[in-house]
């Protein structure tokens, strides 16, 4: 019984030595590929927030982190994106969260020109509930085109909230959580961008390194 324990053990050593090895191997192997397609994908996104027209720089390595909790919604440097055409500031792609949302926290990403108007505003991630929620992604519906053309003048303008609150966007019917943290995040990432738009320019750029 001893030996039969002894190469019971011998085989799942072996067993677990194989599958360490092949995921290692796996990894290896497509970890080029993964880091390709969340390139292209990146690109995708900044392209579609910040239009080709508006910019003529490699969007995705004129990248600075920034940590501003108040206006980015987390305590987490977050990622924005520097955009030049003929080698002057033309606006920026903005990441930021935002936390008070029914399910979870939405990340989104602002385009801006450089008079701080929207240009794009995508959801990259969420976890808001299908059918309710989920009408802020692109996908799903165009909800998020409302932002267009818009910029905040006054932080204090209460037109930057939806209908229900008195605002300009719509909400949704039973998700008013939702829409209502969108609006609050664009709005901060749009006057942080407006109010330091200067200041991003002289800061190093430092994704790359993170």
């Known amino acids: 019984m001893l030996?039969?324990?002894k190469k019971s053990?011998?085989?799942l050593a072996l067993?677990?030595?194989?599958?360490?090895?092949?995921v290692t191997i796996t990894f290896a192997l497509t970890k080029d590929q993964i880091a390709y397609q969340q390139q292209q994908q990146l690109l995708s996104t900044l392209n579609q927030v910040v239009p080709k027209?508006?910019?003529?720089?490699q969007l995705y390595k004129a990248c600075v982190l920034v940590k501003n909790p108040e206006a980015l919604g987390t305590e987490q440097p977050m990622p924005i994106y520097l955009a030049?055409?003929?080698?002057?500031?033309?606006?920026?792609?903005?990441?930021?969260?935002?936390?008070?949302?029914?399910?979870?926290?939405i990340k989104i990403i602002v385009g801006v020109d450089s008079d701080a108007m929207v240009t794009?505003?995508?959801?990259?991630?969420?976890?808001?509930t299908p059918g309710l929620g989920d009408k802020i992604d692109i996908r799903i519906t165009r909800w998020v085109d409302a932002f267009l053309g818009k910029t905040v003048d006054n932080f204090q303008d209460k037109s930057w909230a939806v209908q229900k609150d008195g605002g300009q966007f719509d909400q949704f019917t039973g998700a008013t959580i939702t829409p209502r943290a969108v609006v609050k995040a664009v709005k901060?990432?749009?006057?942080?961008?407006?109010?330091?738009?200067?200041?991003?320019?002289?800061?190093?750029?430092?994704?790359?390194a993170n």
């Open 9 to 11: 053990s011998l085989v």
């Open 188 to 208: 901060k990432a749009v006057w942080f961008y407006k109010t330091h738009q200067d200041e991003l320019q002289t800061l190093p750029l430092n994704c790359e």
């Open 3 to 5: 030996n039969t324990m």
């Open 120 to 128: 794009g505003v995508r959801v990259l991630s969420h976890q808001e």
């Open 53 to 57: 027209a508006q910019h003529d720089n």
């Open 15 to 22: 067993f677990a030595i194989a599958s360490t090895a092949l």
């Open 84 to 105: 030049s055409l003929n080698g002057k500031h033309s606006g920026a792609a903005i990441e930021a969260i935002a936390p008070d949302c029914y399910s979870g926290a």
